[in-house]
């Protein structure tokens, strides 16, 4: 989708992902009419500015603004064409700890998205979802699930609206604020790295493939998709060794809500699951013949009944090396293995 002359909103605008979207937009699409970002922190608001300017980009604004006010959001979302959704609260311990704030924000903050959506014709909706949703066992997880659940039902809302909503979901974003590897970072001073379990697993992803996976979405969805990517695991100790090699690994014990391995497909999303090249996409639930024109359109295949995407038997893995590349690459061009 060319974004040149399109206003985009994009929630939770401050965080790792807003901040490279914001960034990747400006350099491929100069001609964009206008680009929002909403938020709740004026003071990383104020810092972002620093970094895009209105000077600098004119089509740049600034809203301060909280997904859990419809008003406000409806308010932001006059004359836009596309929402890209990233604001959520994500931390596994505090959503265990402070459940109904994780909820207001998660699932009542999409269904005020969905509602904006509606009342001001924006026409497409792109809503980040995390590997924590497929088979949840924890708070934030189930929240991010039913606003999966949400956005795809939003497309039987929509009328004759020329509205599509869609999600992406994708594992751990590597050196994004709160992933493990700055953690790691900063903890090897002390000589000692916390592991939660040897076994432990994970997803990896870097910004710049979240952030295309979304350009991706936009240009591709019909509407009522969840696009996932094909994305290396890793192991958590690996990650420990390539950063903190000489650091004794302390087993600390898994936290409350939290999975030795992740998964983004279920095996009882495999009835819904298509393989379409780089990415799988998990289709809404539609008679067999909806099935059949996508495959036809968009020459996807489908994937075996029973198929699951699961970060512990998944076939694509980081080594430490390739750790310490992708640290350099996405994370500390000065890093170095102390």
Not at 97 to 107: G, L, Q, R, S
Not at 125 to 139: F, G, Q, R, W, Y
Not at 202 to 231: C, H, M, Q, T
Request: charged share 25%.
């Amino acid at each position: 989708m060319d974004l040149n002359n399109k206003s985009i909103l994009v929630t939770g605008g401050t965080g790792s992902f807003g901040k490279k979207f914001v960034e990747t937009v400006f350099e491929k699409y100069p001609g964009i009419k206008k680009l929002v970002v909403y938020s709740r922190d004026e003071l990383k608001q104020f810092e972002m500015s620093q970094l895009f300017s209105h000077e600098k980009y004119p089509a740049i604004r600034y809203f301060i603004g909280d997904v859990r006010d419809g008003e406000r959001l409806k308010r932001a979302c006059e004359g836009i064409d596309i929402i890209i959704h990233a604001a959520a609260l994500k931390q596994v311990p505090a959503a265990e700890y402070n459940p109904m704030e994780c909820i207001k924000t998660n699932i009542f903050g999409a269904e005020n998205i969905i509602n904006a959506a509606l009342d001001c014709g924006v026409k497409d909706v792109i809503a980040l979802s995390t590997d924590k949703a497929a088979a949840p066992i924890n708070l934030y997880g189930a929240t991010k699930l039913c606003s999966d659940k949400l956005f795809v039902a939003a497309n039987n809302m929509k009328g004759k609206r020329d509205l599509k909503f869609s999600v992406v979901r994708y594992g751990n974003v590597m050196g994004s604020r709160g992933s493990v590897i700055p953690f790691f970072m900063n903890k090897r001073k002390e000589g000692i790295l916390p592991i939660t379990d040897v076994e432990m697993t994970r997803f990896n992803i870097s910004l710049e493939g979240g952030v295309d996976l979304v350009l991706f979405a936009l240009d591709k969805a019909k509407g009522g998709e969840i696009f996932v990517p094909k994305i290396p695991s890793y192991k958590i100790t690996d990650v420990a060794t390539a950063i903190g090699p000489n650091c004794e690994q302390k087993i600390v014990g898994i936290r409350p809500g939290e999975k030795v391995h992740e998964e983004m497909i279920t095996e009882s999303d495999s009835f819904l699951t298509v393989d379409i090249g780089k990415y799988y996409v998990i289709l809404p639930q539609q008679p067999d013949a909806k099935k059949q024109k996508y495959l036809l359109e968009t020459g996807a295949k489908e994937v075996p009944i029973g198929f699951k995407y699961n970060s512990g038997t998944n076939d694509d893995w980081l080594s430490v090396e390739d750790m310490r590349s992708l640290i350099t690459e996405f994370v500390d061009p000065n890093f170095k293995a102390e």
